[in-house]
């Protein structure tokens, strides 16, 4: 075996763990606790499996492995959530704007611990 062939093998696996019922468990009680929750499904790539990132109404946000496109669109049918692909929509706006407000929060207790 060549470093190549070596090389090769590692870049066909995917690295991490796949998706498992804490993760469906999760992303249904996070669902249930929020109003306004849309789902857009994250592709696979060559280092992490395909995800079902939920978005609330505000923003706040949470994201978790799933079984594949097939089965983050059945979870979002069961709970009754719309569901986009993330591909062709791209990132919600009000998820941005949450993580904007986040950091300059956590810059601001930054400032006042050291100050």
């Known amino acids: 075996m060549g470093l190549f062939d ?4 590692r ?3 995917s690295s991490g763990r796949s ?7 999760h992303l249904r009680s996070w669902a249930q606790e929020r109003h306004g929750v849309e789902a857009f499904v994250e592709p696979r790539t060559t280092f992490i499996e395909t995800t079902l990132l939920l978005v609330a109404h505000d923003g706040e946000w949470t994201r978790r492995r799933v079984a594949g496109p097939e089965a983050a669109f059945r979870f ?12 062709k929509l ?5 998820m941005r704007d ?18």
């Open 6 to 9: 070596r090389l090769r093998r």
């Open 11 to 13: 870049r066909s696996r």
């Open 19 to 25: 998706a498992g019922p804490d993760d469906t468990e």
């Open 76 to 87: 979002a049918r069961k709970n009754g959530i719309p569901c986009y692909e993330i591909a």
């Open 90 to 94: 791209g990132y919600p706006q009000r």
């Open 98 to 115: 949450y993580e904007a407000r986040r950091r300059v929060l956590r810059d601001r207790q930054r400032r006042r611990d050291l100050g």
